[in-house]
């Protein structure tokens, strides 16, 4: 899950409350026990893989933990035989571990009877090399640790050199923002060419800081947070793509210990060593696999995104590639209603660009046919939540402020999958919370004007006293160090630990379990695939065929 598109999150409580039940489809509900959240009552395996799954109950009974399980471990395997350009295990858009994993999707689609095709699309791909370094050579030597002293900015570059304050640094700190270091030429007075700059974070951009310091000669630029409440930690800043020297962001603590040590005119020495690949025309692929039965003019999308960021990516989201791989398969006999279209987007986590350009280039027609999507997006988060998406209701997972504004038009249809969602966590004893779609692929269908609900389970921090209340577990980290509040493991650079021990395999049994559940009403559903007029109601955007990737997480000033 792409946190709101690479902007910064917020941390206030709010809670959605559910809605009222799904007004009926073709079937009658059929909800299951709670022995269904386990994998007590599944179906034999050898029954689920010659029978016809044609009501939702016999496609929850074949969701297994085992075959779940299974193409985590893959996927996984997929990682470690496909090491980045940093030299650990990855399944990064652009890189080989991504498309090994497109493949694999696509083999286990066509082995199942699905027609595939994987979609081409190309974006601006960066990458760092090895392990970015920051070392202190003189007077104190020392490493700094990457993740947790500094990040480093997107620009490749080497330099050793002494440090330099610039003018307009604020220490200590006020109480709200107010450090104007670097954002004036006149900053860098006096600077001696060659020098690595030192500058505090502040008023104005990171770009503008940057250029000044590279037209006074600077070999680097070492930005340290500025100190108020909120900005004291290692944070990763955006620049603008124009930078010619490599850029360090480091906290607070870091950048007042070395400026304690430029007194008396002169600065400590330091080395900067930053590596990457920098590939303004990357391939990246969607996979796409339609069912060979079903009306083609009623389409039903089942997604989730493949690539990952910062390596494995098993909680984000191989969870949610398995569980619809596992569906997909479950349903191979069953010939639906209406047309089914799972589809495994690429370069989610680099702001949806592979949902982007999948909905945005296809012809109105073509999008017409679209008329429900489901999205499933971190599905087993050790310390959970039970998310279900919802265009009116719902809120942003990592801010709890309200969603995105979605056409009025898609809110009613979306909450018949959303309401069989809640129905069938009810019948296993779990509570819910409702999220919006932001951050998931769910949000470019939603934008089109396509009804879209889903299910997500938490990622990174901070799970609410709130939550704690309905779901149980622990406030701070979904994942990663739990109970921890240091972000987990999912969107922290440099950690690498979103692998297979990132994930409960029970949440990822109950919870694929549910968004079966889902897809079993809508892919036979009448009233919302009826509802608007044929060839309509679908807002067509502009295409624009080069996608641009950017560093999750990362703030701008």
């Given at each position: 899950m792409s946190p709101r598109h690479g902007r910064l999150r917020g941390r206030r409580l709010a809670l959605a409350i559910a809605a009222a039940v799904a007004t009926a489809t073709g079937f009658l509900p059929m909800l299951a026990s709670s022995a269904d959240a386990g994998t007590a009552s599944d179906a034999n395996p050898t029954a689920c893989a010659q029978r016809v799954n044609d009501t939702p109950q016999k496609l929850v009974d074949c969701v297994t933990r085992a075959d779940l399980w299974a193409h985590m471990v893959r996927f996984q395997q997929i990682a470690d035989a496909n090491p980045g350009a940093d030299g650990h295990p990855s399944?990064?858009?652009?890189?080989?571990g991504y498309k090994a994993s497109a493949d694999y999707v696509a083999d286990v689609m066509r082995a199942a009877g699905y027609d595939v095709t994987l979609q081409e699309y190309k974006f601006h791909y960066f990458s760092f090399v090895g392990t970015p370094v920051m070392n202190e050579v003189s007077p104190i030597p020392k490493s700094f640790v990457l993740g947790t002293d500094f990040n480093p900015g997107p620009v490749a570059g080497t330099a050793t050199a002494r440090l330099q304050p610039a003018g307009g640094i604020v220490v200590p700190a006020t109480p709200t923002p107010s450090s104007a270091s670097g954002c004036q030429a006149s900053d860098f007075a006096g600077f001696v060419p060659g020098n690595i700059a030192l500058i505090q974070r502040g008023t104005c951009t990171f770009s503008q800081k940057v250029a000044n310091a590279q037209a006074a000669g600077a070999t680097a630029a070492v930005i340290f947070n500025e100190g108020n409440p909120g900005r004291?930690?290692?944070?990763?800043?955006?620049?603008?793509?124009?930078?010619?020297?490599?850029?360090?962001?480091?906290?607070?603590?870091?950048?007042?210990?070395?400026?304690?040590?430029?007194?008396?005119?002169?600065?400590?020495?330091?080395?900067?060593?930053?590596?990457?690949?920098?590939?303004?025309?990357?391939?990246?692929?969607?996979?796409?696999?339609?069912?060979?039965?079903?009306?083609?003019?009623?389409?039903?999308?089942?997604?989730?995104?493949?690539?990952?960021i910062y390596g494995a990516g098993m909680l984000d989201n191989a969870s949610g590639s398995a569980a619809i791989l596992d569906i997909a398969q479950q349903l191979k006999n069953t010939n639906t209603r209406n047309k089914l279209r799972f589809i495994w987007f690429g370069g989610e986590e680099l702001g949806l660009l592979g949902s982007d350009y999948y909905v945005n280039t296809l012809s109105a027609d073509e999008l017409a046919k679209i008329k429900y999507d489901l999205d499933a997006d971190v599905l087993a988060t050790p310390n959970y939540v039970a998310g279900v998406l919802d265009p009116k209701d719902g809120v942003d997972l990592f801010s709890r402020n309200p969603g995105t504004p979605m056409p009025p038009s898609i809110w009613a249809p979306s909450a018949i999958a959303r309401d069989y969602g809640i129905d069938y966590l009810n019948s296993i004893g779990k509570n819910h919370i409702l999220f919006s779609a932001d951050g998931t692929d769910a949000f470019m269908f939603q934008l089109a004007g396509i009804p879209a609900s889903g299910v997500l389970t938490g990622q990174d921090c901070c799970k609410l006293a709130s939550d704690v209340a309905l779901f149980g577990g622990y406030t701070g980290n979904f994942e990663g160090t739990v109970p921890g509040d240091d972000g987990g493991c999912v969107d922290n650079p440099f950690r690498w630990c979103d692998n297979l021990s990132n994930n409960d395999p029970e949440v990822l049994t109950w919870m694929s379990k549910t968004f079966a559940y889902m897809v079993g009403?809508?892919?036979?559903?009448?009233?919302?695939?009826?509802s608007s007029p044929a060839n309509g109601g679908h807002a067509k955007k502009l295409s624009h065929p080069t996608r641009v990737g950017t560093l999750k997480g990362a703030v701008a000033s």
């Open positions: 399944r990064n858009s652009g890189e080989p004291t930690g290692v944070f990763a800043g955006s620049l603008s793509g124009g930078e010619r020297i490599p850029v360090i962001f480091t906290s607070y603590a870091v950048g007042s210990q070395l400026l304690s040590q430029t007194t008396g005119g002169t600065g400590p020495i330091l080395t900067i060593d930053v590596k990457a690949i920098d590939d303004p025309n990357r391939s990246d692929w969607n996979v796409i696999a339609d069912s060979r039965g079903g009306d083609p003019n009623n389409i039903l999308v089942v997604d989730a995104h493949l690539d990952a009403h809508m892919a036979y559903d009448r009233q919302a695939f009826t």
